[in-house]
């Protein structure tokens, strides 16, 4: 039975107050819906976004990264602390929810729980709201004492937030102690009234305050009953209230942020949701420029942050000084919805979001462009909050207003007008597979109509002009032949994949590339394509339609171990110490993490150790394609970052499977000041270089003499 109705004193106190509680419910509510109604105006009038598909996926979802917390013990202490919070809050909200009937309907109990169901239950509950509270002590404590670094504020995004962390920690421990207090006051006056008094949990909060309270006079167990009871009300409808003001609306918004999260993460968001490519050009803009630019699932993005600081301190950006930071992206756009959508009043909308101060602006151009779209800070998120598609958008947004840094104007150009940054040739896309020699120890023939083959080897701009990736180039070639494949590439009707270009908001233009490239291999009648590229291998599967399936070489090479095709000579020196990098569109953006690993773990004598930050938390070594040409402020590089990571972990060759990944560690084993000490090469060099041929084999003999550049002078690093 809930309540203390035997205990008379108690129940008048409860009779009485009923008008207030009852005047308190509604008030509360009405304010509640109020607020939630007024959150939701900037959503109304957002952009489109087709989240309604696969309900049953989507609760799947809901049930791992929701009810199942899935990412919180990444980061353990917070994760475990985070865990029991909201384990305890889902246990007491059905507590809650009949002790806030009670106080209108004195006997209420809650369907279910009205048998033997009920004692069980609140014992549960005791625990519950135990458990929750110390967690409050425990977190308040660790934001004041141990601060950890991912929590502070630096100076540029404004206040720190402690204050508001402890005020909400503060109150949340008080509804727990109300809580508690109500039920340790009634079991306290039913054994004063010689009734057998409500079982409490053992050493739960409720039963240390009912022992506290033991020879408490029946009246003041009353007031202390009523008194909880009240705190109980208010602390409830103010937190209910006050959260949509801050962080804590990711209590109401994160299970709708989650069953909406992006399913194919990724594919990158179209620039219109639902609005195909040829109709693009009755948009009368493209990207986000202002607030209401941004989708309304995007919005609620901006609300369900936790402000856990998760995200950035997994972005590479942030970690090398880059003007951005994906927590403070999400903040600002928060405190901008809050600020112009306010609770009365009209809003104030269409200001834009990328520029100075003055234009109301909160977002620099710097800050936008320093992002590699490596997507560390969306593996990180606990609540599944997008960054590359917002990114993306605002790159977009910039790009349609002509605001272009100027370094990407020149290779945006080249691109335009020969299909690669460089401005090279087009005649001398297949310049790699034609030096001296190669043809003979591996023929790389140029598909066509008239040319056929099962395989298109999909180049790419930088393998194809830059003459130290010329090498990764040749070396695939090298294992396709090896494995006895029919390939061959599509050469001068070859344009740049355009995944860059994509990613830098120039839609128009990767549209451009797109086509291209769709009608060439269609034109080459390939049944697969392969690619050395992560960059090209996620544009071609993802970003493609109608193209054959592709496979990155690390696949083909892995299947091909396993099947027994591609056996290693031992490596030569053994003092060597491999560590293997993870590309982002490799790894992050299409999962593939142990084909690399199990290759370099089948080649006899092979050391590999792992960095600490590997897999998906792999940390970008600076980013590929456009961004090689774009020189960001910040104080140290990425690819420097990296290398000494590598170092720290013990390694001295770094074993990468991209070539834009393998020109940013190179230069920075240089700018490390560690030549001579560590190395870097693709996994298709070393392959090539360790695999087991017949004595006699046309390659083999070749390679004995070939001149394949692999310490070339060439940097991919653009002038
Ligand atoms: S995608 Fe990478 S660089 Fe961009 S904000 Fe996220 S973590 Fe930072
Ligand atoms: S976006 Fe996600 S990871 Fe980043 S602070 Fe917010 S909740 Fe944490």
Known sequence: MVGINSATQMTSWLAGGRDLFVVLHVLGLLCFTYIVTKRLVPLARGERDLRFDHPWLRLGRVGKYWLGQWKHPRYR?????????????LVLAIRAFSVLIVGVSQDFVMPGLAGRAGPIYDIVTDYAATIVFFCMVIAVVRRLIFKPARYAVPARYGKAHTADAIFLLSLIAILMVADSLFA?????????AGLSGEALAVFSLPWMLQKALVSTSLVTLGRLYFGAYLLHELAFYFLLCYRPFGIQFHVETSFFNIYFAKLDREILKPVRCGVPDEHLDQAKSFGVKTFEDFTW???????????????SDNCPADAVGRPLSPRFLTIKARDYA?????????????????????????????????????????????????????????????????????????????????????????????DWANAEGFQQICPVKTVGKSNGADILYFVDSITSYDDRMQSIGRATAKILNHVGENFGILGAAERDSGHEVRRFGEETLFMALRDHNVEAIKTSGVARIVTADPHAYNALKHDYKD?????????????????????FNPVENINNVYTYHDPCYLGRHNGIYDDPRNVLDAIPGLERVEMTRSGDRSFCCGGGGLMLFYEPKEEQRMGVRRVQMAADAGANVIVTACPFCMVNIEDAIKGAGLEGKMTAIDLAELVDQQIAR???????????????VIASSSSGRPD
């Open 547 to 567: 193209v054959p399936p592709v496979e990155h070489i690390s696949q083909v090479i892995a299947r091909e171990v396993k099947a027994g095709k591609i056996t």
């Open 694 to 708: 017949g004595p006699q084999s046309r390659v083999d003999r070749a390679t004995e003499t070939e001149e394949v």
């Open 297 to 311: 699932k995007h919005m609620l993005d901006f609300y369900s942050c936790a402000d856990c600081g998760r995200c």
């Open 77 to 89: 202490t917070a994760g475990i602390l985070h865990i029991f919070i909201f384990a305890g809050f």
């Open 184 to 192: 340790a006051a009634k079991a306290a006056g039913q054994l004063q």
């Open 338 to 430: 809050f600020q112009h959508y306010p609770m009365v009043g009209k809003p104030k909308n269409g200001t834009p979001l990328v520029g100075g101060e003055d234009s109301g602006g909160i977002y620099s151009e710097d800050e936008i462009w320093s992002c590699t779209t490596c997507g560390a800070c969306e593996a990180e998120c606990p609540l599944l909050v997008e960054y590359v598609d917002k990114i993306v958008d605002l790159r977009r947004g910039l790009v349609d207003d002509g605001n272009v840094p100027q370094s990407l104007q020149k290779p945006l150009k080249a691109l335009k007008s020969r299909g690669n940054p460089y401005g090279k040739m087009e005649k001398k896309k297949a």
